[in-house]
């Protein structure tokens, strides 16, 4: 069946350092890949997304390539801020269902 | 206006109690989840209805019922609360067409048991 494999955090960084989440998936077919974030006491939200290989999804200066050829989608961003604080959870959407990886916790700090 | 709606937001109770949460949505999608959300944050998929049809179901114990009444409500019920129960429990709704479509999230529902 499918699977997302993300990296344990939790990842403790400096303001404006750069952030690298690693992400790689299995699934059959042509899944889409999605990164989802989570604010402390809230809900997931979409953060950003791509449905073909070589696609890049960006939002909020996060971005994620969809590589076929690595089965992967690592999310970056060049320079964190405290409110980038949050879970990160990496996903892949086959047919019926979505399969989440198990979230990476991120702590920004002054 | 909230997209993905839950009540409660909290809910503590006693063991062996019976529970329901709600969850509504408003975006007009056609399939809905139930999400369980350990205190690690991993999260686990319960159910999925699809046009008020059951499609995804778990491993999860019998004492978990969903019920869609309708495309815009998914209810779950708990019987006979265990002290393993406590999580947060997330709704979400997406529109299953096309896989590129992303899901939506409630708030969330604290569910502790005492």
């Known amino acids: 069946g499918d699977s997302v494999t993300q990296m344990e955090g939790p990842v403790t960084l400096s303001e404006e350092a750069f952030l690298t989440i690693n992400c790689t998936y299995t699934?059959?077919?042509?899944?889409?890949l999605f990164w989802y974030v989570q604010y402390p006491g809230e809900g997931l939200q979409l953060l950003l997304k791509a449905t073909k290989a070589d696609d890049k999804g960006s939002n909020k200066g996060f971005e994620a390539t969809y590589r076929k050829e690595t089965t992967s989608f690592h999310l970056e961003k060049g320079s964190v801020q405290v409110s980038d604080s949050a879970v990160y959870f990496c996903a892949l959407r086959g047919y019926q269902k979505v399969t989440f990886g198990i979230g990476t916790k991120l702590q920004v700090i002054p | 206006d909230t997209a993905v709606s839950q009540t409660p937001k909290y809910l503590v109770t006693q063991m062996g109690n019976d529970k329901s949460i709600k969850c509504e949505q408003n975006?007009?999608?056609?399939?809905m989840y139930w999400y369980k959300q350990d205190s690690k944050k991993f999260l686990k998929i319960m159910f999925s209805?699809?046009?008020?049809?059951?499609?995804i179901n778990e491993t999860v114990p019998n004492r978990f019922s969903p019920k869609s009444p309708d495309k815009a409500h998914l209810n779950l019920h708990i019987n006979s609360l265990e002290l393993g129960d406590s999580a947060v429990y997330f709704c979400?709704?997406?529109?299953?067409?096309?896989?590129?479509?992303?899901?939506?999230f409630g708030p969330g529902t604290r569910l502790t048991v005492l």
């Open positions: 699934a059959t077919g042509y899944p889409s």
């Open positions: 975006l007009g999608h056609d399939t």
């Open positions: 209805y699809n046009n008020k049809e059951l499609i």
């Open positions: 979400a709704s997406s529109q299953m067409d096309q896989t590129y479509n992303e899901q939506f």
